[in-house]
């Protein structure tokens, strides 16, 4: 977390503005050997006396002759001020001259392993020709609005370092036409002599752009580099084999499940409805089935028996779901909470039901593959547990429920962003400290992203 001091008047007082409807806003003081910390029940910010009217229990305990702290959870703002003076209930402190708050980026910035090896174009002046300019493939470790960071060879960085006109020349499959002018700020040793082979030093520089770059460059940049990811989930299943044999066990399931319930007429429906939302389900479902059977895949484990009962697990999972398909948008527990009001009560007991409908078909269904209703019950205890961290981290999961659960997890994150990139999802991961299997998860996805 990086922090920037401010003296703008005007931004001072915005930040305190918009603390106001933050919580777990804190104001301390240091009474001898003792930091006394006070949480703030309430403040005002009075704009004609220019001071700021806190409210805390305890309000006895406070020296209006020592100097106060207050730290806002708004942007992490820390200032100290005098109390002017202690009035009723209240203190009134004087609105700082400056403050210290956490750095604001107002937009996205990149940062790329070096084993990715993420290839730019910058360029120099030649030295053999007048007005001619030599061209590098560089690799890009950084990206933001402002500039970039570069990690290079020492014979790259011994002919690009001091250079006055330095340029960014292509980004992607985007080649600038116009000057975009660089110049170098910073530089630091690296050597990691595992990832490229040979034993050689490298530098790690960074550039700012002497004209900010457009935001909608950069994200087109990620969009390009991440595009194998978008569409086919290259990134899970790259063997034409594998995605046949896949597909081949999910229309088998189809076929046969489709003629049981009536149900299942929703699927063939679909696609003639034009409700808002109503095609969710099945693609749900379908990419849901794409991404558990290809995880297994990149896991070593993509038996038939795997891919069977993760598709019939995907397609089954939300069965309750089938006359009700708007409940299946439901993430989990914390968004349900948030929207449970706008449910009925029939849909507020289908939504709690749901894994025991679907643990109930399974075990009654005679087309099932075996260890299908053992898997929808771990899912089901997985479902039901009030800290799924913790219950995750008792280790008692199957390898099979644990995709299962990072599969659904990606499959939430595809269907809410229509251009997603695989980059923003390892981002958000969420899975990090729920075991070893998650994290081995997260580690195979980010080799398998770093070889694309």
Known sequence: MKFVVSKDREEILKVISQARIKHSNILWQTQGDQRIIHEIDSFEYDPIREVIRCQI????????????????????????????????????IQVPEEVKLEELREFPRYVFTPEEQRQIKISIPSLVMDGAREHFDVNLIDLGQGGLGLLLPSEQRN??????????SQLGNFEFKSEVGMQTIWEVDYNHPKIFGEREYFKKIGFKFVEPLPVKLMTNFIRY????????????GNSQRFKKRMNKEYQTLMSKLSNKKKFFDYFREANMRHDVGMDYLPRHIRTLSLTSCALSRLLGGASKENIQTLTYTALVH????FNNPKLAQIKGREHFEKIKQFLNLSE???????????????TSDIHAPEGAAFLIDELRQYHLAKDKRAFAR???????????????????????????????????????????????IFEKLSTARAAA
């Open 348 to 362: 507020k007991e289908l939504y709690y039901r749901s894994y025991h409908y679907a643990f109930d078909y399974a």
């Open 159 to 168: 002919k690009i370092f001091r250079q006055e006109d330095i340029r960014l």
């Open 225 to 236: 580099e991440e595009d194998q990811f978008a569409h086919e989930i290259g990134f899970l």
């Open 57 to 92: 229990p305890e309000m006895e305990s406070l020296d209006s002759e020592s100097m106060v702290y207050l730290k806002f959870n708004h942007r992490n703002t820390i200032f100290k001020g005098n109390i002017q003076i202690i009035y009723k209930d209240y203190a009134y």
């Open 394 to 440: 008792l280790g008692k999961m199957s390898d099979l429920a644990v995709i299962f659960v990072v599969a659904h997890d990606l499959t939430d994150y595809i269907l809410s962003h229509p251009h997603w990139t695989f980059y923003d999802y390892l981002q958000t991961y969420p899975f990090l400290d729920y075991g070893k299997v998650f994290e081995s």
């Open 318 to 321: 939300d069965i309750a779901y």
